[in-house]
């Protein structure tokens, strides 16, 4: 059994210390709530739209191009002894190129010089007998008859003698055709044939770029394509040396798109100049008038949510973000065109689109804010 005396009331001071330490942990508590629902402001970076432009810009790249190229071939069949220049090598008209074995050719040749010779005898044998068959004609000893067969046989003997001399005259060509030349000044671009290889008539054999004019060949997508007029002025430039800017003139358009890459073949004529060589990489810039006018912005602006494109537009009033939907256009190198959505004028958020909200406080770059303190910059 408990003693009635061991139990005591609780003193004043103690109910004052429990008073104390409840009224201390419920000001904590205050303050970190107050803490936890004090407003957060973002610093952002931030692009404005400038005004879309009246023209753009189309960029594509090609290879300098002689305007004329040649692939030479023997105008004969047979078996290539020898091969006599290199690619890089400048020839000019006269300048052997490759031979082939020209020995048939050669017994043909002979062989048509035989029949000529006997040709040659047949008319002189047959312009005897014509000669006897007028003398006795005349003398009444032959007949008619006589004297008109040995006409034909002489008329038949020169024919003999003209074909002859023709299947010597192609026999000596044929002869002549076992060697390639050059016809015209120009630089060796390919070897498509080597020494042993046996080869037909016309088969590719050297290729030469004639000297002259260059050209850059591109490719242009049909989307595009309607821009490119012969006659049309572009701008060239060149990845070896940046400083070299000449003017083109597109000179020629394909009727076609390729069957593979759907794109069409321009060709762009360049102003003669020493730096330009064949096989340098150009770029040719075209300006066009921009039918559908955009605005552009950087790549990592754009957002997209449930398959919908949208950036984040800067309210400069109340300093807070708004998702607003866009057209896009296309992809460049330097961001993304917008056809429809945004405004000349507009902040979009250009970084961090991930930590974007609906209705999100935040400090754009020289905005001072004293009310809260700012979160740590998108970079």
């Not at 810009?57 to 290879?63: D, I, K, Q, R, T």
């Not at 300098?64 to 890089?88: H, Q, S």
């Not at 250009?350 to 809260?372: C, R």
Request: proline content about 3%; glycine content about 8%.
């Amino acid at each position: 059994m408990v003693s009635l005396k061991t139990r005591r009331l609780p003193s004043v001071f103690s109910i004052a210390l429990v008073g104390a330490i409840t009224f201390g942990l419920a000001g904590c508590s205050g303050e970190e709530k107050k803490a936890e629902t004090k407003e957060i402001i973002r610093p952002v970076k931030v692009v404005e739209i400038a005004k879309a432009g009246e023209t753009r810009a189309l960029y594509y790249s090609g290879a300098v191009k002689a305007r004329v190229e040649m692939n030479l071939g023997f105008r004969v069949g047979g078996k290539i002894t020898e091969r006599l220049v290199d690619i890089g090598e400048h020839v000019k008209p006269g300048d052997m190129l490759a031979r082939i074995d020209a020995t048939d050719y050669q017994l043909a040749a002979k062989t048509a010089e035989a029949n000529l010779a006997a040709a040659e005898k047949g008319v002189q044998t047959a312009d005897l007998a014509n000669k006897r068959a007028a003398q006795l004609f005349d003398k009444s000893v032959a007949s008619k008859s006589q004297l008109e067969q040995a006409a034909l046989s002489y008329d038949q003997a020169v024919s003999t003698r003209d074909a002859a001399v023709s299947s010597l005259d192609q026999a000596k060509n044929q002869v002549s055709y076992t060697e390639l030349k050059a016809d015209q000044n120009g630089i060796v671009t390919a070897i498509n044939a080597d020494s042993g290889q046996v080869v037909a008539s016309g088969t590719p054999v050297v290729t030469v770029a004639i000297d002259g004019e260059k050209e850059v060949q591109i490719a242009v997508p049909e989307n595009d394509i309607a821009e490119f007029k012969p006659g049309k002025i572009v701008k060239a430039t060149f990845w070896s040396d940046s400083k070299l800017v000449l003017d083109g003139k597109v000179r020629e358009v394909s009727g076609s798109a390729d069957q593979q890459s759907r794109t069409f073949s321009v060709r762009v004529s360049l102003p003669s100049d020493p730096r330009v060589l064949l096989g340098m990489t150009a770029t040719i810039e075209a300006n066009v008038t921009n039918s559908n006018p955009y605005v552009a912005v950087p790549l990592g602006a754009l957002a997209d949510k449930d398959g919908k494109k949208f950036v984040w537009v800067v309210d400069r009033g109340a300093s807070t973000v708004h998702a607003r939907e866009i057209d896009v256009a296309d992809f460049t190198g330097d961001g993304v065109n917008i056809t429809s959505g945004l405004e000349a004028g507009d902040l979009v958020v250009a970084a961090g689109t991930q930590f974007m909200t609906e209705n999100l406080k935040v400090m754009v770059p020289g905005q001072q804010s004293a009310s809260a303190e700012p979160a740590a910059a998108i970079q």
